[in-house]
């Protein structure tokens, strides 16, 4: 069974940059997801959104990688949010506490709204 | 205390496997396993549960028991003995098996660098399936995933 690489896009929707994840969240994706990430970084935002649309699997090293970035949102102040993640999943971030730590929302619609709040 | 013998005859063996240790395999285990099952009563949550649960154990035997080398497999065994899925993974790995594990990460001390980000499969395991054992022997270690097939059909 072939490895789907993660590939990822950034963009900016009203002012929260979205990350954009699509294909397999493990430890080859570290070098696409880091980068992503500096890319968001550098915009002018207080809040990156991870969005999960396209992911179909994160194993316990992907779940290390969320957790590398979100130290890295939390050592600048930043929010990271997550949106669009399956049933499955949402489980795992409650029982990693990930959830704790970074909101969970349902649709990218309802997460930028959030942010737009508060 | 039951006869061993009388409890295997018990047992439906419903595949037998193995794959190099190669990274990305445990992919392949987990929908082997999923197919596996298809005529047991796992299904939605509870076979992502299980999936999760073998494709951690995988990368387990992959990485901590075998060292990655593909010319090592990992051996999938998968059963149901009386009213239970049991998924037994194989590795070569050598010395005392590794502990049981599995408590709950200290995700501030993570957060804080002060831990690293990684360790993460034992408890997803424990999380996943009603039990999890851990065997070894010279040349061997095992990890035994366990699914009560009650009446909701899993965990």
């Known amino acids: 069974m072939a490895v789907r690489h993660l590939n990822v896009e950034v963009r900016l929707d009203t002012g929260v940059a979205v990350l954009d994840l699509m294909g397999e969240i493990n430890g080859f994706a570290e070098e696409a997801l880091n980068t992503a990430y500096a890319e968001a970084d550098a915009k002018e935002t207080n809040t990156i959104l991870l969005n999960f649309e396209e992911v179909d699997y994160i194993n316990s090293t992907g779940i290390a990688l969320i957790v590398g970035l979100l130290a890295k949102a939390r050592a600048t102040h930043k929010r990271l949010l997550a949106c669009n993640l399956s049933e499955h999943y949402v489980e795992i971030f409650n029982i990693t506490r990930l959830s704790d730590f970074m909101s969970v929302f349902p649709d990218e619609e309802s997460a930028v709204e959030e942010a737009s709040v508060s | ?155």
């Open chain 2, 1 to 155: 205390m039951s006869d061993p013998k009388s409890a295997r005859t018990n047992a439906e063996l419903l595949a037998e496997f193995s794959v190099p240790s190669e990274p990305g395999n445990e992919r392949l285990v987990m929908e082997t396993v999923a197919e596996a099952v298809g005529g047991l009563d796992i299904r939605g949550e509870n076979l992502e549960r299980l999936k999760t649960a073998v494709g951690e154990a995988t990368m387990n035997a992959m990485e901590h028991g075998n060292k990655y080398s593909p010319e090592l497999p990992v051996e999938v065994r998968v059963e149901v003995v009386e009213r239970d899925l049991m998924v037994r993974i194989t590795d070569r790995g050598s010395g005392p098996p590794p502990s049981r594990g599995g408590d709950v990460p200290d995700l501030e001390a993570k957060l804080e660098g002060m831990q690293t980000p990684r360790g993460w499969g034992l408890f997803l395991i424990k999380s996943m399936v009603d039990d999890m054992n851990i065997t070894g022997d010279d040349g061997h270690h095992t990890i035994e995933l366990v699914v009560h097939l009650g009446a909701e059909g899993g965990k």
